[in-house]
Nanobody, 131 residues
């Protein structure tokens, strides 16, 4: 199973930006769907961005226009750029990976593959947004 390690979590002021990275234990070319989740307020981890192997991305409406997921192939990492952060977005953020394409996964939740469709997870990285 691929190992994932998140980094980049920090404390920022409301309106600030952070970029999270996710290091993989193997070539990112072996992974077809990657996503970022946060713990959220409900029972399920909340997806905030997903990217397929062809570069197509998805974000839920709650973060669209502020969060962007991109793959840095040179560094073998999928990065999550978060802009205009809000205090209520203070949370643990997790990287997830799956060897199947995003569009083959089911079910989707709020516009990206759901938590239960991913087989590999990082330990999480803390983001704190102060008002």
């Amino acid at each position: 199973q691929v190992q994932l390690v998140e980094s980049g979590g920090a404390s920022v002021q409301a309106g600030g930006s952070l970029r999270l990275s996710c290091s993989l234990s193997e070539d990112i070319g072996n992974i077809y769907c990657m996503a970022w989740f946060r713990r959220g307020r409900g029972k399920e981890r909340e997806g905030v961005a997903g990217i397929d192997s062809d570069g197509v991305t998805w974000t839920p409406s709650s973060v669209r226009g502020r969060f962007t997921i991109r793959v840095d192939n040179a560094r073998n990492t999928p990065n999550l750029q978060m802009n205009d952060l809000k205090p209520e977005e203070s949370d643990m953020y997790y990287c997830a990976a799956e060897r199947r394409g995003c569009r083959s996964l089911s079910p989707w939740v709020l516009g990206i593959p759901g938590r239960r469709t991913f087989g590999a997870w990082g330990q999480g990285n803390s983001v704190t947004v102060s008002s």
